[in-house]
């Protein structure tokens, strides 16, 4: 069987195994319904293991915002790998994926990399409603650099319980607008011109006292 064929069975596979997980549990994803850590999606492919695999959605129901995607990424092999992108297929979402200190996104070799949560590498759906609706299946497609692509089912979720910490809100926050104190802070710039304007009458001065000194000597 060729690679690209074993990479598909695969990832049906635990596409498959994922959905049934999901069915069999009635009580849905809600951690403080379960009181247990809610079943997550898994798989491993040659040396690379996705586990705890999760679309995180906006706390509040229908809110506009993005959604993140969650996961834990092992490696266990001899070379590092590179997560060249995350899709989500049959869809028009886009993921922007960012390390957790810049450049690219990079899983050691015998290492792990989280995605999601404070101080973790990211992986933003721009656009939160292109993920689905929450309680659904949404196939997520990992591109490695020497593996290839692997695919498998995440549950799309809210941003609460459990997966709280790991959503939308703990995102940085946007860049803040210029507050009054900013505004503030260009007055000294714009009062810069006061003591130029009024250096011109103190250098007249000397000068016009010094005509008069000598007109004063002239005349005695």
Known sequence: MSRSLRHGALAAT???????????????????????????AATAVDS??????????????????PAVIAATLFNDGAKREVVEKVTLPGTSATVKLQAAKGGPLVVPAGGRVVIGGKDNASAVIENGSQAGRNGNVQTVAFTF??????????????ATGFFKDFGPSALPS???MPTPSDSASETPGEQ?????EQS???SATPTD??????????GH
């Open 48 to 65: 690379i293991k996705i586990q705890n695999l999760n679309i995180i959605t906006q706390p509040e129901p229908d809110a506009e915002g």
């Open 192 to 196: 810069s011109e006061a003591p130029g």
């Open 200 to 202: 011109d009458s103190p």
């Open 209 to 218: 006292s010094a005509t008069a000194t000598d007109d004063a000597a002239a």
């Open 174 to 176: 946007a860049k803040p």
């Open 145 to 158: 650099s020497e593996t290839g692509e692997i695919a498998l089912g995440a549950a799309i979720v809210p």
């Open 14 to 40: 635990a596409l498959v195994f994922s959905i049934a997980g999901l069915s069999a549990c009635s009580a849905g994803n809600d951690a403080q319904t379960l009181q247990v850590r809610p079943d997550n």
